[in-house]
């Protein structure tokens, strides 16, 4: 049980760091476009 859940708050933190990737990525992108 332990072991799986852990896996979950793993998997949570790496689309949290994805997203906030994006957020780096994607601000700059649409202040260029604009």
């Known amino acids: 049980m332990n ?3 852990d896996k979950k708050s793993k998997a949570k ?4 760091g994805v997203i ?3 957020m780096t990525y994607i601000v700059p992108m649409i202040f260029l476009f604009l």
């Open 3 to 5: 072991h799986m859940k």
């Open 13 to 16: 933190r790496t689309v949290s």
């Open 20 to 22: 906030t990737v994006e």
